[in-house]
């Protein structure tokens, strides 16, 4: 019998820890799957960052460093920069890279370092229980927006792929979602195009992928999904927003 | 203009990193060359091995970024100017995971940035060096030379139960020398490492020999991240979550403090044979007071000069030793008194200790420390 779908090698053969209905396990797997598409296991490093994220080195099977909160573009930046025939990625949630660490991410992104950053985008702050994120929708309630975000207290939801792809230092951005298989397909082909982006050298790559954290949502897994692709993505559009061929070098 | 960077074919092999551990300059004679302080920490890093440089500008130490920024590139090294300090200390922390020697330098408002980065660093057993060229404070202070920082370099600074290996150079010589073995102690002990220098040490040209101290084994670095090929992988983290394992992680840490407490104590004493009063000064202050013990000396008094090269681990042993001798220390430090309290520890009742303290502003010549030795001694 033929074997048509088995766990990447690159994921360690033992259960996620996240909720369920969670979509990190699947964003986790999508980034697995790239790097075993490219044979990379063996030279890639991963950096994780603080929130659900920071148990990356519980499930993948590479080396993996942990990034103090905010920081982890900063730290894969030393990796990359001290060893260049690595390959280097982030998995970077919302609270991450969109607030304490949006500094470290937009310079990250302009001085063009040749890392790949996966930056998981569910409206709110999921470890330490559902607060507001820079990404919360308006009119979102969380727990520290208990009446819904209101722009005029908490400003506009953040759309960081948008404000990245405005960089000149930036190669490729895009934004995915995983909430139904078309989309699935994408985000893999999407993802896997980022890798290669930085196995070829061009530079900063970056994948925004929209998730569901049904838990601080307060909805089932089915909910969530649709709200996703009701709430999310039309504030949140999906698609490649940047890709860099080389004639577009400056 | 072109963009620099160009995609190499599928087929090429990529090279090696050239940041192993261990010193460049394998083959260096000892060359003899007048510098600034800061720069003699900028040549030390060279000729230690360390190419990756991540800071921030920031007076008083802004030769150390000019220095390398033009010396690393052609030697195949990395330097960048970071957006702020969290982010080079980051920077320093991310090399430094790949079993590659990396450094920051700043000057105290950038260093209280650092902190964070620093305490993870401990936590993830990371080596790597900072540079604090302080200046004055609280707040933006000012640029004149300072000692404030004493607390905040020997009591961890950042969040959590650590330490840093603290070394306190007080000539342009030791800035070079002190930056070598900061580099050694922070790679053998897997633990950030500091000089604590500032504007005067920093900013004073004086001669200077680069030359490569003796070798000292190092282990190897096996924990490196450099990818999981042929082996488990290695994972850096400060995060202990099961039962236990914290707890664990923190008495490992306690033992390599204990370690270094036996093993690295560095100090250097001036006339304490005889002595009657003994100073106890680091860096800029002992240089004046060194001074000002000569000053004494000529005018009878036997005045000694006792001066903590670590200031991490602290030579407390050494002064209790001393203090089973000397009955009378006079602590004379850039601040309103933060050694002190070291040294109060250290001789634990067995000998007065009498403090002179300057706030920044202005340093204090010898006849004025000389006229506080009179104060005390009897």
Redesign the interface.
């Known amino acids: 019998m033929e074997l048509v779908f088995k766990r990447p090698e690159c994921l360690i053969d033992i259960p996620f820890h996240f909720c369920p209905g969670c979509h990190h396990g699947i964003a986790h797997r999508l980034v697995a799957e790239a790097i075993d598409y490219f044979k990379i ?5 991963g ?2 960052s603080v929130g659900c994220s ?1 148990f990356m ?1 519980d499930y ?9 909160h905010g ?1 982890a573009s ?14 280097v990625f982030t998995y970077q949630g919302d609270g991450d890279l969109a607030a304490i660490g949006i ?2 991410v ?2 990250t992104a302009n ?2 370092e ?1 890392i790949t950053i996966v930056f998981a985008n569910n409206t709110v702050y999921g470890m330490t229980g559902g607060q507001m994120a820079p990404t919360t929708l308006l009119g979102q309630k969380t727990t520290t927006s208990p009446y819904g975000r209101d722009f005029t207290y908490d400003g506009y939801p953040i759309r960081m792929a948008e404000m990245l792809a405005t960089l000149e230092g930036s190669a490729f951005v895009a934004r995915v979602a995983v909430n139904n298989p078309a989309n699935l397909m994408k985000a893999k082909k999407t993802i896997r195009k980022a890798f290669q982006m930085q196995i ?4 900063f790559s970056f994948v925004e992928v929209l998730l569901a954290c049904p838990t601080n949502w307060g909805m089932t897994a089915l909910e969530a999904n649709r709200r996703v692709e009701e709430e999310l993505i039309p504030y949140f559009p999906l698609g490649i927003l940047k890709e860099r061929k ?1 004639a577009d ?2 | 203009m072109r963009h620099a960077r160009v995609a190499p074919s599928a087929e090429k092999s990529v090279p090696m990193s050239p940041f192993e551990y261990g010193g460049i300059v394998e083959n260096q004679k000892p060359e003899k060359t007048l510098a600034k302080g800061n720069e003699a920490i900028a040549m030390a890093a060279i000729d230690a091995g360390c190419l990756l440089y991540f800071g921030y500008p920031i007076t008083p130490q802004n030769d150390i970024p000019e220095y390398l920024s033009k010396h690393l590139p052609p030697l195949g090294g990395e330097f960048i100017q970071a957006e702020s300090e969290i982010a080079s200390i980051n920077l320093v922390l991310g090399a430094s995971a790949t079993g590659a020697r990396a450094m920051t330098s700043s000057s105290s408002p950038g260093i209280s940035l650092m902190q964070e980065g620093i305490s993870y660093m401990a936590g993830d057993e990371l080596p790597g060096l900072i540079v604090n060229i302080s200046r004055s404070g609280p707040g933006l202070g000012g640029i004149s030379p300072s000692q404030g920082d004493y607390f905040q370099a020997t009591r961890g600074g950042g969040h959590g139960d650590y330490r840093m290996i603290v070394l306190a150079p007080s000539t342009v010589q030791e800035m070079y020398d002190l930056t070598f073995l900061a580099f050694d102690l922070a790679d053998k002990y897997r633990n950030p490492a500091m000089i604590l220098g500032d504007a005067l040490i920093g900013q004073i040209k004086e001669p200077l020999t680069r030359r490569r101290p003796e070798k000292i084994f190092l282990p190897p670095k096996d924990w490196a991240l450099t990818g999981a090929e042929g082996r488990k992988p290695n994972r850096l983290k400060s995060l202990y979550l099961q039962e236990g394992e914290l707890t664990e992680h923190n008495w490992k840490l306690y033992q390599k403090y204990e370690q270094m407490k036996k093993e690295e104590v560095r100090f250097d004493s001036f006339c304490v044979e005889d002595a009657q009063l003994v100073i106890a000064a680091f860096g800029s202050m002992a240089r004046v007071s060194k001074s000002s013990v000569e000053l004494a000396r000529e005018e009878g008094m036997k005045v000694g000069l006792f001066r903590p090269i670590t200031l991490f681990p602290f030579p407390e042993k050494a002064l209790y030793a001393l203090s089973q001798q000397v009955k009378h220390f006079l602590t004379v430090e850039l601040n309103t008194g933060q050694m002190v309290e070291d040294v109060r520890l250290s001789v634990d009742r067995d000998a007065q200790v009498y403090f002179y303290g300057k706030p920044p502003g202005s340093l204090p010549s010898p006849e004025e420390v000389l006229e506080e030795i009179k104060k005390y001694y009897h």
């Open positions: 296991r063996e030279k890639t490093v950096v994780a920071v080195y993948f099977n590479i080396d993996v460093l942990e990034a103090p920081r900063a730290v894969a930046s030393g990796v990359k920069r001290a060893r260049k025939d690595r390959i500094a470290e937009i310079h001085r063009g040749n070829e050298e061009m530079g080389m070098y400056l």
